[in-house]
């Protein structure tokens, strides 16, 4: 799903890539700003601390990928992608 909300799911840049769930790269970055931000508010329990997701995406591990979709994904992309 985070390669399709990237644009980046489909091999070629073409107007499949371009719909009403590719989120702009401009609020991608404002995203990864409010993870990097919380880190040291993280408590140690949930794992490894959320990193930079657009810079680090590809060296995810499990856990992140996990505290990305259990912790961080509904209130960060809350008003970012259309409701139905």
Do not use: C
């Not at 680090?56 to 809350?78: D, Q």
């Amino acid at each position: 799903m985070f390669r399709h909300w990237t644009g980046k799911y489909y091999p070629k840049n073409d107007e499949r890539n371009l719909n009403k769930y590719t989120i702009p790269l401009k609020e991608w970055v404002e995203i990864s700003k409010i993870m990097e931000v919380s880190r040291p508010d993280m408590p140690p329990d949930i794992g490894r601390p959320s990193r930079n997701i657009i810079k680090h995406y590809a060296g995810f591990k499990a856990v992140e990928w996990g505290n990305w979709i259990t912790l961080f994904s509904l209130p960060l992309l809350r008003g970012r992608l259309p409701q139905r």
